[in-house]
């Protein structure tokens, strides 16, 4: 290959895969042409904020590099979690970026990472504490969407979609407690699953019974489907589990899906206003569903009508960021102040604080009831619930800063953008965002397609099916 930068640019890392196992790249030729990408693109991009190059090369031409399904594929890590042996992790937050600590072991799903055969190029920019869906720290400066400099590249997963959807890498790692891979997958064009609640670990410190689960965005159905084949199941002392696939989830892509009852939104269930381009992203999904020869007709969930939803919802994500301000002043061995922390995430930990142990209980007891409620809608009889995968379309990043005497605005202007991800983080259902439509003015506008919990299976043959009649992978941002 004369020029590996550019010849595997927009391969996706199941063929960068196959050039290592055939023999035409080498491990190091990838890991060089992800390098060169990275130099050259994101300085206008922001999106990779830790570059652990010289490790990621030692690591390509070691022969003992695993051969497993993704051996010498470059791959980029959430700055958030996602602990690494030997290398640094910020979470976004300033003072752990100062302090520089290193990492003394691998997180679960690293370790699968590794055994993958992936080789670890750096860390992506993500939110403090991964609590917006737009990444824009104060520790790092914001991500820009490829798409459009000026707008957010969604989050919390946001420089991870940056990066994949500008071609530096084919996939990177990704997490979702409120929709943070299927919001940037959204903004950027992209693939983002989130899988069941307990298909994968998450350990060893944090549990699997919250909101949070981790996969990746990809530019292929295909490149999801290997990964999680490669990472999924249970770790030691595992919270939640999920049933194991009836065959490697690889199978579904191009199996015949059958005909499927599918339900779908237009409007947003609790009143609020949603963005025509979404409006017409999702009846076009419709169309296409239809036309494939499912059985689509205007129907939802009632749960997701439920108005307290919100409140439910952010009773248990302040908890999260009040935890996660613990955490830091433990690894910091000193109390975090007001000062440590953006006033955002400050203002949920005090909100949190403020909460009794019977009214955090109170507001995990009404999320089980609602995860019972919403899930009967599949034991009904439906198959998938399409949805727009947000309410407008990537808005600018200026109206996500911080408003002096406001904190809470950013998460105000974040409940506007993103009415359908949460629900199916506090039901634990599978959902995907698919890059099917773009708007006049260029811009990616993702659809939401939710199966019943733990039935992954049927989103990758539908997901499959749909970008094999409808593809996606020659639409590339105009860097």
């Not at 090369?57 to 051996?71: E, I, W, Y």
């Not at 299927?182 to 069941?196: D, E, Y």
């Not at 949603?274 to 009846?283: E, I, P, T």
Request: proline share 8%; with cysteine; net charge negative.
């Amino acid at each position: 290959m004369t020029n590996v930068a550019e010849e595997t640019r927009w391969m996706d890392a199941t063929a960068q895969a196959a050039l290592v196992a055939d023999g035409e790249a080498t491990p190091v030729e990838l890991v060089e042409a992800a390098v060169e990408r990275i130099e050259r693109d994101d300085p206008a991009l922001n999106a990779v904020v830790m570059r652990w190059f010289d490790h990621a090369r030692a690591t390509a031409a070691d022969p003992s590099l695993p051969r497993g399904p993704f051996r010498g594929v470059p791959f980029l890590l959430k700055d958030l979690a996602a602990s690494y042996a030997g290398q640094t992790l910020s979470n976004g937050n300033a003072a752990l970026k100062a302090a520089g600590i290193v990492d003394r072991a691998d997180t679960t799903l690293v370790v699968r990472h590794r055994a993958a055969g992936l080789v670890v190029v750096g860390r992506t920019n993500s939110p403090e504490m991964g609590s917006l869906p737009t990444t824009q720290p104060m520790a790092w400066g914001p991500t820009r969407n490829p798409w459009d400099l000026e707008r957010t590249p969604g989050g919390s997963s946001g420089g991870a979609a940056a990066a994949v959807a500008a071609g530096m890498v084919p996939f990177a790692h990704a997490s979702d407690g409120g929709g943070s891979i299927r919001i940037p997958a959204s903004c950027c064009g992209l693939v983002g699953l989130k899988p069941s609640q307990g298909r994968i670990s998450i350990g060893p410190v944090r549990t699997e019974a919250g909101l949070s689960v981790e996969h990746c965005v990809s530019r292929t159905v295909r490149d999801s489907a290997v990964l999680l084949d490669a990472v999924r199941g249970p770790g030691i002392g595992d919270a939640v589990t999920a049933p194991a696939p009836q065959r490697p989830y690889a199978e579904e892509v191009g199996a015949d899906p059958g005909q499927l009852r599918i339900g779908f939104l237009d409007t947003d269930p609790r009143g609020g206003s949603l963005h025509g381009d979404c409006v017409s992203a999702v009846r076009a999904a419709a169309a296409m569903l239809e036309g494939l020869g499912h059985d689509v007709s205007a129907d939802s969930p009632a749960a997701l009508s439920d108005e307290t939803l919100t409140e439910k919802f952010m009773a248990m994500w302040a908890t999260n960021m009040a935890m996660a301000v613990r955490a830091f002043g433990e690894t910091l061995g000193r109390e975090l102040t007001e000062a440590d922390v953006e006033p955002v995430n400050w203002a949920q930990a005090e909100f949190a604080a403020s909460l009794s142990a019977v009214d955090h209980a109170a507001a995990v007891a009404a999320g089980h009831a609602f995860r019972r409620r919403i899930q009967q809608w599949w034991s009904d009889g439906w198959d998938v619930l399409l949805t727009p995968t947000l309410g407008e379309p990537p808005p600018p990043l200026a109206e996500f800063e911080p408003v002096e005497g406001d904190p809470t605005a950013p998460m105000r202007r974040a409940t506007q953008f993103v009415p359908f991800t949460p629900a199916f983080n506090m039901s634990g259902q599978p959902a995907v965002s698919l890059p099917l439509h773009w708007n006049d003015d260029g811009l990616p506008i993702g659809v939401q397609l939710v199966a019943a919990y733990g039935r992954e299976d049927v989103l990758f043959r539908l997901a499959a099916q749909l970008e094999s009649a409808h593809p996606w992978s020659d639409r590339h941002p105009p860097l």
